[in-house]
């Protein structure tokens, strides 16, 4: 035990270094959003994170949108608390059994347009939770998806550029 405790504090945990910064690719690609969210809807683009049973590793990538690094808000990206004031549900995790009927009340409680974004690999197809019998599937198995952001967590950047794809593709 004592060994364990030397080689923690003369080594530190065991983490991957954080990826670095890059603040003028985030504000550029945050001001595209936003521009594509005016063209699109004549406002800002509301977002409603639905966690539907994730690890909880990609809710930290999305609450990292909202951090003082990212600060998304100063772009005009809103998290908002409701699904009647939402435009897209940003759906995290392998739909569980339990959290299936929330999801669904908490899709039918948005007004249209309304887009779903399935997020990560668990969002895709359940992920490393598929076959679980806790677990329905992936976001798709309830409701229709949209669009699909990929990874195990997807990163800030690439859930930003998820929105962006989104965006375009329902402007057309
Ligand atoms: S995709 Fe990865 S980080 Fe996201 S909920 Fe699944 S296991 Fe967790």
Avoid at 2 to 18: D, K
Avoid at 110 to 122: I, L, S
Avoid at 127 to 139: D, E, I, L, M, R
């Amino acid at each position: 035990m004592s060994r364990l405790l030397l080689r923690n504090f003369f080594h530190g945990p065991l983490t991957e270094p954080a990826p670095a910064a890059d603040p003028a690719a985030l504000a550029e690609l945050a001001a595209r959003v936003n521009r594509a969210s005016q063209a699109r809807l004549g406002r800002s683009l509301s977002i409603r994170e639905v966690d539907a049973g994730s690890c909880n590793g990609c809710e930290l990538e999305i609450h990292a949108l909202a951090n003082v690094l990212y600060d998304l808000e100063r772009f005009g990206l809103r998290f908002v608390a409701s699904p009647r004031h939402a435009d897209v549900l940003l759906v995290t995790g392998p739909v569980t059994v339990n959290m299936r009927k929330a999801l669904e009340r908490t899709w039918r409680a948005t007004p249209d347009p309304k887009w779903v974004v399935a997020v990560g690999d668990c969002g895709r197809d359940g992920g490393c939770f598929a076959g679980s019998p806790a677990c329905v599937g992936g976001v798709s198995a309830v409701l229709p998806v949209d669009l699909h952001i990929p990874g195990c967590p997807p990163t800030p950047l690439a859930l930003l550029g998820g929105l962006l794809a989104l965006l375009q593709s329902v402007s057309r």
